[in-house]
């Protein structure tokens, strides 16, 4: 069982950054494939950004360019710096680990572990 816990939601007017965090329980190397998710009301949860167990980063369309994910196998943190943030960022976002370790995915279906989310306000 793996347990995670986001950090450094808020409120940001557009075109400003954030920068969330995620702890882990438990992040072993070549283990878990982590990724962040989110979900603006009304909507189903998408995920926004995964990286695998070779480091390798995989991007949603929405957020490529302006998303940077990083993990630190050492410290059990996974983060998500956001940039240049629009109205439409605006949602609850969750981390998330898998097993597939050996290919980022962006499926929810492909992640067991979720934390509770943080949310993440962008005003016009």
């Known amino acids: 069982q793996v347990q995670l816990a986001e950090s450094g939601g808020g409120s940001v007017q557009a075109g400003g950054s954030l920068r969330l965090s995620c702890a882990l329980s438990?992040?072993?190397?070549?283990?878990?494939?982590v990724g962040w998710f989110r979900q603006a009301p009304g909507l189903e949860r998408e995920g926004i950004a995964s990286?695998?167990?070779?480091?390798?980063?995989e991007y949603a369309d929405s957020v490529k360019g302006r998303f940077t994910i990083a993990q630190d196998i050492a410290k059990k943190t996974l983060t998500l710096q956001m940039n240049s943030l629009k109205p439409e960022d605006t949602g609850m976002y969750f981390c998330?680990?898998?097993?597939?370790?050996?290919?980022?995915?962006?499926?929810?279906?492909?992640?067991?572990?979720w934390g509770q989310g943080t949310q993440v306000t962008v005003s016009s």
């Open positions: 990286i695998d167990g070779y480091d390798r980063p």
């Open positions: 998330a680990a898998g097993s597939k370790w050996d290919s980022a995915t962006l499926e929810s279906a492909d992640f067991r572990y």
């Open positions: 438990e992040y072993t190397y070549m283990r878990y494939c």
